[in-house]
């Protein structure tokens, strides 16, 4: 490098100071004549010149140059030999699925593409020492390699599979689907360089976000679960409110607790069934979503608790204080009417006693029955939305409401992010713990609520 750099300079002084002087400079000889120099000069000159190897001007030998330094070493040979020189030659013909050459294929198929001059770009890869990998919109799809057939075919094979190390390229190809199909780009390229040019014709590859039957599958799987959901509310009342048999009315409110549970039930597993068909790998649950579910458990055992808690006895209850009070009033009578005879038994003092005792126990009886509530019938069912919104005496409450559209907006905000970037969201903490004081305030009511019925 250095050898060359100095012949340059060489060069130049003579082409630009030396050669011109010696043109128009006129010496006078001794025999008084004037003779010019400049053609003995530029002859010394030339036969210099010649002598100069050929290599040192040779850009296509720079890398057989001796360089100490391997780093610049390996700057001169990319100056010469860059990873996208097969770009200038070689192309994307066609693009094709190796199953009867479609034009469309997904994740777990197989495609061929066919390049202009592939050997080319065979060289190339071979000299850099770099694989061939796959281009999806000018994105590279990181360790998907090429499979060369061999011989004299123009074409290279590759099986898509989802790797790691592609999955950034993977998520934007996926990332908010509008239908089943997406147009791309695909290209060939060396790795750490750019995609070869994709010819006219080529035109775009219809990549399938999710295959048809698939697709199906997670419909039809999404419907079930909400038909079954319906069917054993409708039959077992799954989503209302948990009533005692002697209390039940005709029709059974639902239950809000319940129903939002059932709600982030459905859109979990749905939206992880529909990702793992796409993605064919299952999609990772983020701490959000355990903590939505979680909000949603402990607020429907919490309701049940407080509805089991309140200071309504069951009928089964007062029937039993009854059938009680009964029996120790009829003893009792049986004793006094033993005590009225004459003469008295002899154990009379023991029947005294034991009057005593019934005596007290029908008191304590007539106490607890004058202090507890026996409802008839529970409130009976206004419909979904007034079931949903209405506490126990039938008014609308603000912190049902406020726990309603606070779950209508985060479902929302869940199946949007979802499908914006095709993965389970992560939502920000502070909305996590505004929706966990919603259901918080919503248990908080059922205390008095409890109370009032």
């Not at 008839?376 to 919104?389: N, V, Y």
Request: overall charge positive; proline content about 5%; some cysteine.
């Amino acid at each position: 490098m250095t050898k060359k750099i100095i012949y340059i300079i060489f060069l130049f002084s003579y082409s630009t100071i030396i050669s011109p002087t010696f043109a128009f400079t006129q010496i006078p000889t001794k025999g008084g004549s004037s003779n010019s120099i400049s053609q003995k000069t530029k002859t010394v000159i030339d036969t210099t010149i010649k002598k100069i190897p050929a290599e040192i001007f040779s850009t296509d030998k720079i890398k057989d140059a001796k360089i100490d330094d391997p780093i610049k070493k390996t700057e001169a040979i990319n100056e010469t030999e860059p990873i996208n020189e097969p770009s200038k030659t070689a192309f994307v013909k066609k693009v094709y699925n190796v199953d009867g050459e479609k034009n469309d294929a997904g994740v777990g198929d197989c495609i061929f593409i066919e390049v202009e001059n592939l050997p080319a770009l065979l060289d190339a890869a071979k000299r850099n020492s770099l694989g061939i990998i796959l281009f999806i919109d000018n994105m590279p799809v990181k360790k998907l390699y090429a499979i060369y057939p061999g011989g004299d075919i123009n074409k290279l094979k590759f099986n898509l599979d989802r790797k790691e190390p592609g999955y950034e390229t993977w998520y934007t190809v996926f990332r908010s689907p509008t239908s089943l199909h997406k147009n791309v780009m695909i290209s060939v390229g060396l790795e750490n360089g750019d995609a070869i040019p994709i010819h006219k014709d080529a035109g775009k590859f219809s990549f399938i976000v999710i295959k048809k039957w698939k697709f199906y599958t997670a419909i039809g799987f999404i419907i079930s679960i909400i038909l079954i959901l319906l069917w054993l509310s409708k039959t077992k009342g799954i989503l209302c409110e948990n009533v005692p048999q002697f209390n039940r009315p005709v029709s059974i409110p639902y239950s809000l607790a319940y129903c939002q549970m059932a709600f982030w039930f459905c859109i979990v597993i749905s939206f992880y069934l529909i990702l793992f068909l796409i993605l064919t790998d299952p999609p990772v649950l983020t701490s959000s979503v355990l903590v939505l579910i979680g909000i949603s458990s402990v607020t429907a055992l919490g309701a049940t608790v407080l509805n089991q808690q309140n200071n309504i006895a069951p009928i089964e209850n007062l029937n039993k204080l009854n059938a009680e009070a009964k029996t120790l009033e009829d003893r009792i009578k049986e004793i006094t009417n033993i005590e009225n005879q004459s003469p008295q038994p002899i154990n009379m003092e023991e029947l005294k006693k034991e009057r005593e005792e019934k005596t007290t126990r029908f008191t304590e009886i007539s106490i607890i029955k004058s202090q507890t509530i026996f409802p008839t019938k529970a409130r009976e069912s206004r419909g979904f939305i007034m079931d949903m919104l209405t506490d126990s005496d039938g008014s609308i409450a603000f912190n049902r409401f406020q726990i309603a559209v606070w779950t209508i907006v985060l479902g929302f905000i869940f199946i949007y992010n979802t499908w914006k970037d095709l993965s389970m969201p992560d939502f920000d903490p502070t909305l996590l713990g505004l929706m966990g004081i919603s259901s918080g305030t919503y248990l908080g009511f059922k205390f008095p609520e409890a109370k009032n019925k």
